[in-house]
């Protein structure tokens, strides 16, 4: 069965700050993985995925299939970074979130 | 183009109560699902449907019914409310799950059983 784990429910940095929240995954076949963000009140939204290679508002993440992880970085946090964010994986019909990493980005 | 939206926002039911959540998009996409979202658990689907007439159950189905009659509405009907059923529920839609397509969220639907 295809599991997601996101180990840290919350991670506070300061501004300027680097951050990077983690996310390990395991999937017998071969993964397609998301990051989907959520701020206060509002509809997740998809923030990037691991086939696209693309960078969006600063943000990248590597899909390491040893490791089994795609760990979401940032090298400057911003405050309005602030958020909740998923790490979703996709099989088939099925897409599976983690617990989600509610991020801070203190000024 | 209003993408996927669900109705009511909020809502407080009392235990026993049946109510449906409803869900309409109107990108002519193949893939609809319901997930509920809790503190600490991360979003969980709920129940699934690949096209008109086929739904099938996700991780936490008991206690939902789903239909999808047409491609573009897929309500989720409580039948008898519970305590434990309290949660922000989302609705989602895509051409279809996995490579490349992007999936589209409602805005969620706050429910309380009390």
């Known amino acids: 069965a295809q599991r997601v784990t996101q180990p840290e429910k919350l991670l506070s940095v300061f501004k300027g700050a680097p951050v990077e929240l983690k996310c390990n995954y395991s999937?017998?076949?071969?993964?397609?993985l998301f990051w989907y963000v959520q701020y206060s009140r509002q509809r997740l939204q998809l923030l990037l995925r691991?086939?696209s290679r693309e960078s969006i508002k600063g943000f990248t993440a590597d899909l390491n299939k040893g490791e089994t992880s795609f760990h979401l970085k940032k090298p400057f946090a911003q405050e309005e970074d602030s958020a909740m964010y998923y790490c979703?994986?996709?099989?088939?019909?099925?897409?599976?979130f983690g617990e989600g990493t509610q991020l801070t980005v203190n000024p | 183009n209003a993408g996927v939206t669900q109705t009511p926002k909020f809502q407080v039911l009392k235990t026993g109560q049946s109510m449906t959540l409803q869900c309409a998009q109107d990108?002519?996409?193949?893939?609809m699902s319901w997930y509920r979202q809790d503190p600490g658990m991360g979003l969980r689907l709920i129940h699934y449907?690949?096209?008109?007439?086929?739904?099938d159950q996700g991780e936490v189905p008991n206690g939902y019914n789903v239909s999808r009659s047409t491609t573009e509405d897929f309500p989720l009907r409580l039948l008898s409310a519970a305590p434990s059923q309290t949660s922000v529920y989302f609705c989602?839609?895509?051409?279809?799950?996995?490579?490349?397509?992007?999936?589209?969220f409602g805005e969620g639907s706050w429910l309380t059983v009390v």
């Open positions: 989602a839609s895509s051409y279809s799950p996995g490579t490349g397509n992007t999936i589209y």
């Open positions: 999937y017998s076949g071969s993964p397609e």
């Open positions: 691991h086939i």
């Open positions: 979703a994986l996709a099989s088939g019909s099925r897409l599976t």
């Open positions: 990108m002519n996409h193949e893939y």
């Open positions: 449907s690949v096209g008109a007439g086929i739904t």
